[in-house]
């Protein structure tokens, strides 16, 4: 059974603190992506990467890095936690070519105080 | 104005009805249509695959794309309760990035 795995289902953080949001895929996806998940605002895009050490910004990349150093893994670095940050945080994956299918993860529930 | 525009609900009917839930786009280069389907607590799963116009037909569930009025539609015949959750559509002009809509809320009611 294909699978998108991430670490932690739910954080507290305060406010300034670093916070690694990861996530591994089983599927040797080339594509993975992160998204976050707001009410009335569906999932936006915060980064994209398309093979390993490779990295694209989304439509909302301010306040956030990725790092991809081995092909299954994508990790979301906030470098800065605050409080406009409290999200549902999706990872998501998938093959390379075409627009296929994107698996995603359970989701992390991120909330800073 | 959003590229992909989604009526948030929340939607709430009763079982054995059919269900309509639908997108609008402003983006006239997308091709590729797709709804999701987000269980409580979940991820979302892909639930109908569209490319270009017509529509699709899988089981209790119909999938509808006009592109020249820029509207998709999902279509429930005969909904269940376990066919609450929130649906999603997403769209891409090809090997890009899916633009999502807000995403809408439905309630089957026993």
């Known amino acids: 059974d294909v699978k998108v795995t991430q670490s932690s289902r739910y954080l507290v953080k305060r406010t300034g603190e670093k916070v690694f949001l990861e996530c591994v895929q089983d599927?040797?996806?080339?594509?993975m992506f992160w998204y976050r998940q707001d009410p009335g605002l569906g999932l936006r895009l915060i980064y994209f990467s398309y093979d390993v050490k490779m990295k694209e910004k989304g439509d909302i990349p301010e306040g956030y890095s990725v790092s991809r150093e081995k092909k299954e893994r994508f990790s979301l670095i906030l470098e800065s936690a605050s409080t406009n940050q409290t999200s549902m945080y999706l990872c998501a994956s998938r093959m390379s070519g075409g627009a296929g299918e994107l698996f995603f993860g359970e989701g992390s529930r991120l909330t800073v105080l | 104005q959003k590229e992909v525009e989604q009526d948030p609900g929340p939607l709430s009917v009763p079982e054995g009805a059919i269900v309509s839930l639908n997108c609008t786009y402003s983006?006239?280069?997308?091709?590729?249509f797709m709804w999701y389907r987000q269980y409580s607590r979940k991820g979302p799963e892909l639930l109908m695959y569209t490319y270009s116009s017509g529509n699709k037909e899988d089981g209790r569930f119909t999938a509808q794309v006009d592109k020249s009025s820029k509207y998709i539609s999902l279509f429930i015949r005969d909904s269940q309760p376990s066919d609450s959750a929130t649906y999603l559509c997403a769209m891409s002009e090809g090997a890009q990035k899916l633009v999502f809509g807000q995403g809408t809320r439905l309630t089957i009611n026993p």
């Open positions: 599927m040797d996806h080339e594509n």
């Open positions: 983006n006239s280069a997308f091709q590729y």
